[in-house]
């Protein structure tokens, strides 16, 4: 469930694609089964597609991908959290719509950019 501007990642790769990233990440976790996660989906891949290469938008589905979920204490999704330098530096946890939620996208890649 992603875009072509958004990267899925896991467990093996989270080092590389968001910690190690020279820009910051955005990353989305998610499950299949989350309804609001479905809804939010399409305004993460429009954030993607403005920001493409200032932001690096990723995935994380919960459910494939535990250890990171857990690093991270991610109790309820859809969460949001951007990070810059290899920290979280912002979070949105829920579902907002999508005006909203678009709205608090742009205050959080603002305050990294």
């Not at 829920?94 to 909203?100: E, F, I, M, N, T």
Request: proline fraction near 5%.
């Amino acid at each position: 469930m992603a875009g072509a501007d958004v990267v899925n990642i896991g467990d093996s790769d989270f080092k590389k694609e968001v910690l190690d990233s020279p820009t910051p990440v955005l990353v989305d976790f998610w499950a299949t089964w989350c309804a609001p996660c479905r809804a939010i989906a399409p305004t993460i891949e429009e954030f993607a597609g403005a920001y493409k290469g200032k932001v690096k938008v990723a995935k994380v589905n919960i459910d494939d991908n535990q250890e990171i979920a857990q690093q991270f204490g991610i109790r309820s999704i859809p969460t949001v959290l951007m990070f810059k330098g290899g920290r979280v530096v912002e979070s949105i946890v829920g579902s907002l719509p999508s005006h909203a939620y678009k709205a608090k996208l742009e205050d959080v890649a603002r305050k990294v950019l």
